[in-house]
């Protein structure tokens, strides 16, 4: 066995990387949700809140799932 040739990687790099990728991608998805999420609708009585803050929260909390799913698909692996 000589030296190794540092062509590949180990598998507790890889794993250290892709963990470090779910991590950025839950800071991204946090932070598009909280983009998207309408501000005041928690202020408001649910007779007043419009169609439109209805979508823009459902569309936040679809953004999240989905991120949340795709973390824990890399992080699992």
Do not use: C, H
Request: net charge neutral; aromatic share 8%; no cysteine.
């Amino acid at each position: 066995m000589g030296e190794p040739s540092g062509k590949f990687v180990s598998n507790e790099s890889a794993q250290a990387k892709v963990r470090v990728m779910a991590a950025v991608l839950l800071g991204i998805g946090a932070a598009a949700a909280y983009w998207v999420w309408p501000a005041g609708i928690t202020d408001l009585p649910l007779a007043a809140i419009t169609f439109g803050a209805l979508l823009r929260a459902g569309a936040s909390s679809v953004i999240v799932l989905l991120v949340l799913a795709m973390v824990a698909l890399l992080w699992a692996d």
